[in-house]
């Protein structure tokens, strides 16, 4: 998935036509639009990622096929797709909030977005885009001012004369005077703005792994903004105005952090709507293979923590719980999605593999099969989402082996469109009751 932002397609960067199109869907582009005069393919370099899209030559246009992306993809310097999911947008921020694949930035592409107010999901891509800017102003250096401190002091430049006069050399007091200076400062509107936008963003992303990097700067910059003076929240929109008017035009990043720090303190949340609106934010890409498979994982851990306590889910991809194909051969390692273990024995109820595709693949089944024989377990179960006219919910295929080594093999689509709060309760229900817990 891209979510996008940064510098809002500004004037110093190509204007681009934008098309719109669907995640996993083939949308044909004219020739025209992707090769020079000199029959050169303008292509960007990021668009040629097979995870974007794949390119299929035709008679006189490319088949881009769209991969499990979504947002604004740039294609050519004028050509760019809006990417929009499959299901719905509201939906999108649930399933980010519980998977713990962390956003990442690849496309080198603008987009503006509007806010709400925060709905009580992680916002990954404010505090993803704040710690982004936070690096800019390491770079530009802590913001400092001058400020003028008038104090009693022995005469000495600079003398306010006019109040020296009354409060002292009219009353017989030619030692003391009133004195002006200028102390260069840090505690100034900018860093009251992004100390308090800090002590929020910390707070949000504690102990969330896909964030850890970022919590770890966020605690880095607070410290060096100890003493900078506390800002109350009713007088945020005024202290950003001054702290907006009082940059200098070569710190950007100041500026920038500066309008997320604002959202950030507000608890306002990015609309995930792909229209220019607002405020930009940078570009990131998001996998959603990884994210499904994530999402599935961790609402099955919740559970087992939660309501059934004689589970535990492993994750194949950890050395842990993965295992070699062979008794009798170390060279191939399987690494299913999930295994559903009963707490006290060793081998897997259920072994169980997510594929975020848009329809099932015989080799799918095959591989859960194979894996589902070498873990000795007798159940093997394959996640999807839940494509438009297809099944919803759980079809059993049937059983495969011979007596005392047969395997149930299973399918569950997930209704990515529907209530998700529904629709994990009847997927909970079914994955560990079919695993006897």
């Given at each position: 998935?891209?979510l996008?932002?940064?510098?809002?397609?500004?004037?110093?960067?190509?204007?681009?036509?934008?098309?719109?199109?669907?995640?996993?869907?083939a949308?044909?582009?004219?020739?025209?639009?992707l090769?020079?005069?000199?029959?050169?393919?303008?292509?960007?370099?990021?668009?040629?990622?097979?995870?974007?899209?794949?390119i299929?030559?035709?008679?006189?246009?490319?088949?881009?096929?769209?991969?499990?992306?979504?947002?604004?993809?740039?294609?050519?310097?004028?050509?760019?797709l809006?990417?929009?999911?499959?299901?719905?947008?509201?939906?999108?921020?649930h399933?980010l909030?519980?998977?713990?694949q962390?956003?990442?930035?690849r496309?080198s592409?603008?987009?503006?977005?509007?806010?709400?107010?925060?709905?009580?999901?992680?916002?990954?891509?404010?505090?993803?885009s704040?710690?982004?800017?936070?690096?800019?102003i390491?770079?530009?250096?802590?913001?400092?001012?001058?400020?003028?401190?008038t104090?009693?002091?022995?005469?000495?430049?600079?003398?306010?004369?006019r109040?020296?006069?009354?409060?002292?050399?009219?009353?017989?007091?030619?030692?003391?005077?009133?004195?002006?200076?200028?102390?260069?400062?840090n505690?100034?509107?900018?860093?009251?703005?992004?100390?308090?936008?800090?002590?929020?963003?910390?707070?949000?992303?504690?102990?969330?792994?896909?964030?850890?990097?970022?919590?770890?700067?966020?605690?880095?910059?607070?410290?060096?903004?100890?003493r900078?003076?506390?800002?109350?929240?009713?007088?945020?929109?005024d202290?950003?105005?001054?702290?907006?008017?009082?940059?200098?035009?070569f710190?950007?990043?100041h500026?920038?952090?500066?309008?997320?720090a604002?959202?950030?303190?507000?608890?306002?949340?990015?609309?995930?709507?792909?229209?220019?609106?607002?405020?930009?934010?940078?570009?990131?890409l998001?996998?959603?293979?990884?994210?499904?498979?994530?999402?599935?994982?961790?609402?099955?851990?919740?559970?087992?923590?939660?309501?059934f306590?004689?589970?535990?889910?492993?994750?194949?991809?950890?050395?842990e719980?993965?295992?070699?194909?062979?008794n009798?051969?170390?060279?191939?390692?399987i690494?299913?999605?999930i295994?559903?273990?009963?707490?006290?024995?060793?081998?897997?109820?259920?072994?169980?593999?997510?594929?975020?595709k848009?329809?099932?693949?015989?080799?799918?089944?095959?591989?859960i099969?194979?894996?589902?024989?070498?873990?000795?377990?007798?159940?093997?179960?394959?996640?999807?989402p839940k494509?438009?006219?297809?099944?919803?919910?759980?079809?059993?295929l049937?059983?495969v082996?011979?007596?005392?080594?047969?395997?149930?093999?299973?399918?569950?689509?997930?209704?990515?469109?529907?209530?998700?709060?529904?629709?994990?309760?009847?997927?909970?229900?079914?994955?560990?009751?079919?695993?006897?817990?």
């Amino acid at each position: 998935m891209i979510l996008n932002g940064g510098i809002a397609e500004a004037s110093f960067q190509p204007k681009r036509r934008v098309i719109a199109a669907k995640e996993r869907s083939a949308i044909n582009i004219p020739h025209a639009d992707l090769f020079g005069e000199e029959g050169n393919l303008r292509l960007l370099a990021d668009a040629l990622d097979r995870s974007l899209v794949q390119i299929t030559q035709g008679l006189d246009q490319l088949q881009l096929r769209i991969g499990g992306v979504i947002g604004r993809l740039p294609i050519t310097n004028q050509l760019a797709l809006d990417i929009s999911p499959k299901f719905p947008i509201s939906n999108l921020a649930h399933l980010l909030a519980e998977s713990d694949q962390s956003l990442d930035r690849r496309v080198s592409t603008d987009r503006l977005y509007d806010f709400t107010s925060w709905n009580g999901y992680l916002p990954e891509l404010l505090l993803r885009s704040f710690a982004l800017e936070l690096k800019s102003i390491e770079a530009e250096g802590t913001h400092r001012s001058y400020h003028r401190v008038t104090r009693t002091d022995i005469p000495r430049p600079k003398l306010n004369f006019r109040r020296s006069e009354q409060q002292f050399w009219a009353r017989g007091i030619p030692t003391r005077a009133v004195i002006e200076v200028f102390d260069f400062s840090n505690d100034n509107p900018v860093n009251r703005v992004l100390k308090a936008a800090l002590k929020c963003a910390l707070s949000l992303s504690f102990g969330h792994q896909s964030l850890a990097k970022e919590a770890r700067l966020f605690a880095q910059m607070l410290r060096n903004l100890d003493r900078v003076s506390h800002l109350p929240v009713d007088v945020v929109n005024d202290e950003c105005e001054r702290a907006l008017r009082e940059l200098p035009g070569f710190k950007p990043g100041h500026a920038k952090a500066v309008v997320i720090a604002r959202e950030l303190i507000k608890r306002a949340s990015p609309v995930l709507e792909f229209a220019d609106r607002r405020m930009s934010l940078p570009s990131f890409l998001i996998n959603l293979d990884n994210v499904f498979e994530s999402y599935i994982r961790n609402i099955l851990r919740k559970s087992a923590k939660k309501s059934f306590h004689n589970s535990r889910i492993g994750d194949g991809n950890h050395k842990e719980f993965s295992k070699y194909l062979l008794n009798d051969n170390a060279k191939f390692t399987i690494m299913p999605d999930i295994l559903f273990y009963n707490a006290i024995e060793d081998l897997p109820r259920v072994v169980a593999d997510v594929k975020y595709k848009t329809k099932p693949m015989e080799e799918d089944r095959y591989q859960i099969i194979t894996h589902s024989l070498s873990y000795q377990s007798h159940n093997a179960l394959l996640v999807y989402p839940k494509r438009r006219d297809g099944p919803t919910g759980r079809v059993r295929l049937g059983e495969v082996g011979p007596p005392g080594h047969t395997i149930d093999l299973y399918e569950y689509h997930f209704d990515l469109s529907a209530d998700l709060g529904q629709e994990e309760e009847q997927f909970i229900e079914f994955a560990f009751g079919l695993a006897g817990t």
